[in-house]
């Protein structure tokens, strides 16, 4: 019996509000699609210093977090390992442009949503458009 304690990874998203809509990368990296701007938190980062770093990696935007949106804790939400993300909602000004492990980035409306989001983010966006939590 492996006693060896495993836990779920802790990841960071950032809901961008920006010019009428909100931000999404096109992930370079598996699993592919399209993203909510974020990563993995860094040992010694609260997790509002990692989703200020994320968002400038991703978009290269200066962010300003408004608040917590929610915590998604599925199992199955990542095909690559149990992660727990929280979400913020941020606010950016400038011109966004695609950086990191991010292909593509672009500013999407309820209406605009791309058909193809990765992970759990295409009901993070509309819990988000849906004003739940």
């Known amino acids: 019996m492996d006693l060896t304690p495993r836990n779920p990874l802790i990841t960071v998203d950032a809901l961008i ?13 598996p699993p592919y699609g ?5 990563g993995f938190v860094d040992y010694g980062e609260t997790l509002e ?5 994320e968002a400038k990696e991703e978009t290269c935007l200066d ?20 992660t727990v993300t929280t979400m ?9 442009s ?8 672009g500013v ?3 209406d605009t949503l791309p058909e193809n989001m990765a992970f759990d ?6 819990d988000y458009f849906e004003g739940r939590y």
Request: charged share 30%.
């Open 121 to 126: 983010h295409r009901q993070v966006v509309e």
């Open 108 to 110: 999407f409306t309820r």
């Open 34 to 38: 399209w993203a909510i701007p974020g």
């Open 88 to 96: 913020f909602i941020a606010k950016a000004t400038g011109i966004p």
């Open 63 to 82: 962010i300003q977090i408004i608040r917590q949106f929610h915590t998604y804790s599925d199992p199955g939400r990542d095909p690559r390992h149990h």
């Open 17 to 29: 509000e920006i010019d009428g809509g909100i931000i999404l990368i096109r992930r370079k990296n």
């Open 49 to 53: 210093e990692a989703v200020v770093r």
């Open 98 to 105: 695609a950086a990191d492990d991010a292909q593509d980035i």
